[in-house]
């Protein structure tokens, strides 16, 4: 499929689609010492670990969705199942219409995937003869090929280093790497898995630019999973929350903030120590002598921020106020204590 068939198709039509998928993983359990690896051996003792369980969801074509959740909640094996490394137990997944488990082959021409932990390129070639031996197993023109990887070192400035050995690039230069192999054949789906872990400021900056240039420019479907909340709140605008495996929200930034964020605060310094009643429909939450914290009584949608403000001021000799709201680490530390609390035992 071409970028232009990409950018014209209608931007509903899902591109990745999950429908009640569960992945249940058996593992011999051990008991620590000789003994209990003896036993292991020779009559192993197996138990289950639910990792997905029971996920739906679907990614729009030309759409950007980030995948959330705590350490161990099912990311990574969702974006196995995606990539056809991991069979589901149940359920099903398609990707560009592809069921990758099934179409391994098929589904590699319409997926590319990063794992910011990994690498996929030749660890002792050159990161370019990487990229030569991608373009021969994908077939990509000589032409295609030329123009892709000038746009990759625009983008990513990559020709400083891709005569080095992968094992000698710094974690930044690789995963860089990485992402242009993984874009490298044209892929219609991107999935990436933490890519900028461990990365600094700048390379940060510039794979979070190379994704927004991917959706926006070449139509591409981006999947995300990522601890760091400046890079959702830069790049995508829908989320899906998992937690234990199970989603416990799938909807806009906006909706996450509503559900889980503790709303705004007030903070206020007024000109002396002032016992009067707090203005109706406000809460004060901490008092400090002339310092005040106020919130609204009754949840954020109950006064909106500029009538809390008025009202304050009309109340009050102020000298200093300013409005706090919860940060998306706040959010998700809220939604992730939530979840916990939810979860089973
Ligand atoms: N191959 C496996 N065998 C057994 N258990 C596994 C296997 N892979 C994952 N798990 C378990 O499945 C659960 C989900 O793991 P997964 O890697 O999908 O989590 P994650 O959300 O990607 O976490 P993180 O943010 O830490 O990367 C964890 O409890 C993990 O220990």
């Not at 690498?119 to 023109?141: C, K, M, N």
């Not at 959706?215 to 999947?223: A, D, I």
């Not at 705004?264 to 002032?274: E, I, K």
């Amino acid at each position: 499929m071409s970028t232009l068939d990409r950018l014209s198709r209608p931007a509903s039509e899902s591109a990745i689609e999950v429908r009640r998928l569960v992945k249940t993983f058996r593992t011999a359990r051990r008991s620590p010492g000789v003994r209990g690896a003896l036993r292991a051996l020779i009559a192993p003792e197996l138990e289950s670990k639910t990792a997905v369980d029971d996920v739906s969801f679907s990614v729009a074509t030309g759409e950007l969705l980030a995948l959330l959740g705590p350490n161990g909640a099912g990311k990574s094996t969702t974006i196995k199942v995606l990539t056809g490394i991991l069979t589901p137990t149940s359920g099903q997944a398609t990707v560009a219409g592809v069921v990758p488990y099934r179409e391994r082959e098929r589904n590699a021409r319409n997926i590319g995937a990063v794992f910011g932990q990994r690498t996929q390129l030749w660890w002792d070639l050159p990161a370019r003869e990487s990229f030569r031996i991608l373009r021969d197993i994908y077939g990509v023109a000589p032409g295609d090929y030329k123009a892709r990887m000038r746009e990759f070192d625009e983008l990513l400035e990559l020709c400083s280093f891709w005569d080095t050995r992968v094992r000698h690039l710094s974690l930044g230069q690789r995963v860089r790497c990485d992402l242009a192999a993984a874009l490298l054949h044209d892929p219609p789906v991107v999935v990436l898995d933490e890519p900028t872990i461990g990365m600094d400021v700048v390379a940060k900056e510039q794979v979070r630019e190379l994704l927004r240039h991917q959706v926006e420019r070449r139509g591409r479907t981006v999947l995300l999973t990522t601890h760091d909340m400046t890079e959702v709140e830069r790049l995508a605008e829908r989320v899906v929350l998992i937690n234990h495996g199970r989603i416990v929200l799938d909807g806009t930034l906006t909706e996450m903030r509503e559900r889980f964020g503790r709303g705004w605060r007030v903070h206020v310094t007024l000109t002396g120590p002032d016992e009067r009643p707090c203005p109706p429909g406000l809460t004060v939450l901490e008092r400090d002598g002339a310092r005040l914290v106020l919130g609204p009584t009754g949840g954020a949608d109950a006064v909106p921020t500029h009538q809390a403000l008025k009202r304050i001021i009309e109340r009050y000799e102020v000298m200093d106020i300013r409005v706090e709201e919860s940060d998306l680490e706040d959010v998700m530390r809220a939604a992730y204590r939530d979840a916990r609390q939810e979860s089973p035992a």
